[in-house]
């Protein structure tokens, strides 16, 4: 079955908020709204978990400020056209900056974003004690440069596999991907006045025949940037809903644009 992933491109089914932090309560949660209301009315609770939010998820002139929400934004990395063009100031939490969408970033940009973000990436990552968070940098990167993807809540992101996982560069030739590959995203958060951010590593992981039939053997985590795994239930019913969409034909790989991929050009 030939099936649209460029839909999924599209699509923002990962709401910005989600994966950061006590997101997966939120996002299987009916209560989220109710609960998101409560914490941001309490200004002490503002550096916990559930407070990592983007700006895009705030209310402008509400209690929330995205400057203090969590780690997100707390690096020195900014985009100096986006930063000079903002009508306000960066940590104004009235700022009509936000709730506006991501900005667009040009290959050029996005590289010196990640070229100055990406050590905070990885000393988050490096929280939670995973091992792989300080290895997979070493391993293949398939993304020319980071890209921003709509499906993993509008962040900017990175793909790489290990080793065993090196046939997802023959992208849809690849077949099913042996077990053992890990396939890593990493990622980072951009407002509309330029700050960069830290996102959550997302990873997918692909055990051996038999192990989780509904998800074709994959499972899901995300490290999110205060170093919290999340691994639960919840998290691999919403990310295989989605991937699975990928098919047999694809092993629920949804690959990249191919204007970002390396080899193809
Ligand atoms: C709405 C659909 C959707 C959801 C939900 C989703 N993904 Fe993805 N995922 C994609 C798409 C599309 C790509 C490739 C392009 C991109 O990055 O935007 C991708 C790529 C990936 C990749 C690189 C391997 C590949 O498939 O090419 C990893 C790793 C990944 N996602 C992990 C996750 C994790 C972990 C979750 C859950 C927290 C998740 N994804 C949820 C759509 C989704």
Redesign the pocket.
Known sequence: MQID?RR??T?S??PAF??LAASVTVWSSVQAADQTTTTRHNPAAIAKPQDFQLAASCNPCGPCNPCAAGANYATDCAVPRLAEAAPCHACNPCSPCAGAATPELSHREAAAAFDCIKDDLIAAYGKSGVSLSGKYRGWMRYSTAP?L????GLRY?N?Y?NETGRD?GNYEEAGDMAPGTI???ESFVLSQDGRVGVG?L???EKHAPGSFPERRDWS???ILPNGAL?DQAA?QQ??N???I??GDEDD??????DEYRVGVH
């Open positions: 992933k999924l491109f699509s089914a990962i989600v994966g890209y993807s709509d499906a993993h992101v793909n596999t997802y396939a890593v995203k959550p997302f990873i997918m899901y985590a995300m999340q998290i919403f990310c809903d989605c991937h969409i990928a629920n790989m949804m690959f990249l644009p």
